[in-house]
């Protein structure tokens, strides 16, 4: 019993609401067959036609893989085709209920091979209400007298009709759960590239930032020392230390999902970073003139824009603007269409998650990035 029951709990839930709907339509077939046989128990023709209408509406059902989810056509059409030849020897075995018993049997017979086979066989058939319509007539006119044509085959007719909408609307249902585990794996799947898309751009707006530094500060650090200026030298050496401790903390925070910026903190850090490489930073405003719920993007804002600044122009100035409505950063001696990089698009993509809009503008070596808090 517990392999059985691993299995089951292993099942997806569109693949348990499969077995659920096939089991149940079999346990259907399976009770009507079983109260008939009761009922006529002392004709053995009456036995005879519903045991084979019974078995052969389960082997329709196993031969569906709208129902099983298995893909085995070979075996699929092994069952359909003993079904077919199952419910025709019921059939003829309710002719000899009407020759050797009576006209009122037979016709039960006559409504249990109809309704069985539109249960499972004609269901899924392509033209199962033309193939329903037909049975009804020729059952009706077989098992019937001539007194009562019409109202066997309306009789008929209703059976079949109210057994194909049940067998289409279990599997209309089926269908619709089958649509919405595949738009949950596709959603997943989503979530999971999303991820590693934000992942990825966390990545470059942590360490670029402190690549930068590094690289601005290494270079200074070697200058100074040529020029005779030790001391200053290893300053600048404590701080490239300091800078990769601090790059390599927060690469783990972000591998453990808990980042953190601070605004104050990267407007601290870009007026360090750009002095060291010869750009002198001007702040107007302040960080608390920036609502609440953008102070994380404005920190990325800082971050990346102070990076690009270090990376793609020779700057000697810069200007930082802070308001409530949105923020710049403004920068001389640009010498590339900083939009184009990788980092900005990647800020673009921050932003438009909490309702900003970033734009760019490069005009006689002067570039500007800048952001409106549109939902602000």
């Known amino acids: 019993m517990i392999a059985p029951l691993d299995r089951w709990r292993g099942l997806s839930e569109s693949a348990k609401y499969r077995s659920y709907t096939r089991w149940s339509l079999e346990c259907s077939a399976v009770v009507v067959g079983v109260t008939t046989i009761v009922t006529g128990r002392h004709f053995p023709s009456v036995i005879a036609a519903a045991t084979v209408t019974m078995l052969a509406a389960v082997l329709a059902f196993e031969s569906r893989p709208e129902l099983t989810g298995r893909n085995a056509p070979r075996r699929d059409q092994r069952l359909a085709v003993g079904s077919a030849l199952a419910f025709l020897v019921a059939w003829i075995c309710g002719l000899l209920v009407r020759t050797f018993i009576d006209e009122e049997t037979a016709r039960a017979v006559g409504w249990l091979v109809v309704g069985f086979a539109s249960l499972s066989s004609i269901a899924f058939a392509a033209r199962r209400w033309l193939i329903a319509a037909g049975l009804c007539v020729v059952t009706a006119l077989a098992y019937g007298s001539p007194a009562g044509y019409l109202r066997h085959m309306l009789a008929l007719a209703l059976i079949a009709a109210f057994c194909l909408f049940l067998t289409r609307l279990s599997v209309w249902a089926l269908r619709v759960v089958d649509d919405l585990d595949k738009a949950r794996e596709t959603q997943a ?100 003139s920036v609502p609440r719920q953008f102070h994380e993007a404005a920190a990325w804002v800082v971050r990346e824009g102070t990076t690009n600044i270090v990376r793609h122009s020779s700057a000697t100035a810069a200007t930082l603007t802070l308001g409530p409505a949105g923020m710049s950063l403004t920068n001389d001696g640009a010498t590339a269409v900083e939009g184009e990089h990788s980092g900005l698009r990647g800020l673009a993509e921050r932003l438009d998650h909490v309702g900003s809009h970033l734009a760019t503008a490069a005009d006689d070596g002067r570039f500007t990035l800048e952001i409106r808090w549109e939902k602000a």
């Open 189 to 288: 799947q989503l979530d999971v590239a999303e991820e590693r898309l934000r992942f990825a751009r966390d990545l470059h707006d942590v360490v670029g930032r402190g690549f930068s530094t590094i690289a601005v500060k290494s270079e200074l650090a070697s200058r100074l020392s040529r020029a005779g200026a030790a001391e200053r030298a290893a300053a600048e050496m404590d701080e490239v230390k300091a800078v990769a401790v601090s790059s390599m903390e927060e690469m783990r925070s972000l591998v453990r999902g808990y980042r953190g910026i601070d605004l104050t903190g990267e407007i601290a850090g870009a007026r360090s970073l750009l002095a060291a490489a010869g750009c002198r930073l001007v702040v107007e405003g302040d960080a608390d």
